[in-house]
């Protein structure tokens, strides 16, 4: 474990929202924000377990604690961040990791699971960089926002993601547009691209059986929550200060096979 604030990538007590925490590559993403001396807020719709988290870091030496988030939903993402806001004074990072990846054939396509989806994986990071972005800005101390795509971006890893994708890559348009608008407050927007991860959310996805490039082992194994958490945790550090509009594929080397 890095001592906080010690390593080259150590914080010192700055305040990071982690959507989608309370469990999966969040809770891993967590968990690395926290040993490197990060105060980190597991935000999540599912509370208890948010909860459960953050006192797990706590008890083991790390500062934490939980909010409730619902990324679907405009007026829970506002509240949430100006609760956080209102708890620390401050607010330095937003790693937008909370997301759906429930798989539809295009040819079983429908408007209602696009709508579903998106909500989440493109409006609701949409929503919850604007809200965090207005409090960093407010606070003049610059910030980092970190996107949790996918690297279906790279190339398509199992069949029915059509919609899941398409959430994910309006999130390039997204850093790009934001990375270019918020520099000059010193905010920077970058990243990661996961590819499979053992997840209760990727286990237990709905849609047809997973079929197609994934179901190759990765060359390096599959990757574990804390894997995807060591590249956030470079984009969230202070020491990142010079890189913007990146993206970061942490995929056990899935893109040579
Ligand atoms: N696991 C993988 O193989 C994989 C691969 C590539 C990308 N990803 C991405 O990584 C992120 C995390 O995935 P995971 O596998 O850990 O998922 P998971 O389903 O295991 O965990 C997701 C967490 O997000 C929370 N959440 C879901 N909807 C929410 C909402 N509307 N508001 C607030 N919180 C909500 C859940 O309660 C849960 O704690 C997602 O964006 C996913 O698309 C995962």
């Not at 699971?113 to 604007?130: I, T």
């Not at 348009?173 to 270019?180: I, N, V």
Request: proline share 4%; hydrophobic share 50%; net charge neutral.
């Amino acid at each position: 474990m890095t001592a906080a604030g010690t390593g080259a990538f150590g914080f010192t007590g700055e305040v990071v929202i982690v959507t989608g925490a309370a469990m999966g590559i969040g809770a891993g993403i967590a968990q690395v924000l926290a040993e490197a001396g990060a105060t980190v807020v597991i935000a999540d719709r599912v509370l208890d377990t948010a909860r459960a988290t953050a006192a797990a870091l706590v008890a083991a030496g790390h500062a934490a604690s939980a909010v409730h988030i619902d990324m679907a939903d405009e007026a829970s993402i506002t509240r949430a961040v100006a609760d956080v806001v209102a708890r620390h004074g401050t607010l330095w990072g937003l790693v937008n990791n909370a997301g759906i990846q429930d798989r539809q054939l295009l040819l079983d396509g429908t408007a209602e699971e696009w709508d579903r989806v998106n909500a989440v994986n493109s409006r609701g990071v949409f929503l919850a960089s604007r809200e965090a972005a207005r409090a960093m800005v407010a606070g003049g101390a610059g910030g980092r926002i970190v996107h949790v795509a996918s690297a279906a971006l790279i190339g398509s890893l199992v069949k029915g993601h059509a919609v899941y994708a398409a959430s994910k890559a309006a999130l390039v348009g997204l850093m790009r547009a934001s990375a270019l608008e918020l520099a000059e407050h010193a905010i920077t927007v970058n990243m990661v691209l996961p590819g499979g991860v053992a997840t209760p959310g990727a286990i237990h996805a709905q849609g047809p059986t997973p079929d197609g490039p994934a179901r190759r082992r990765p060359p390096l194994g599959m990757c574990e929550p804390r894997d995807i958490g060591a590249a956030v945790l470079y984009f969230a550090s202070p020491m990142a200060r010079c890189v913007t509009n990146q993206s970061f594929a942490v995929d056990g080397g899935w893109s040579v096979t």
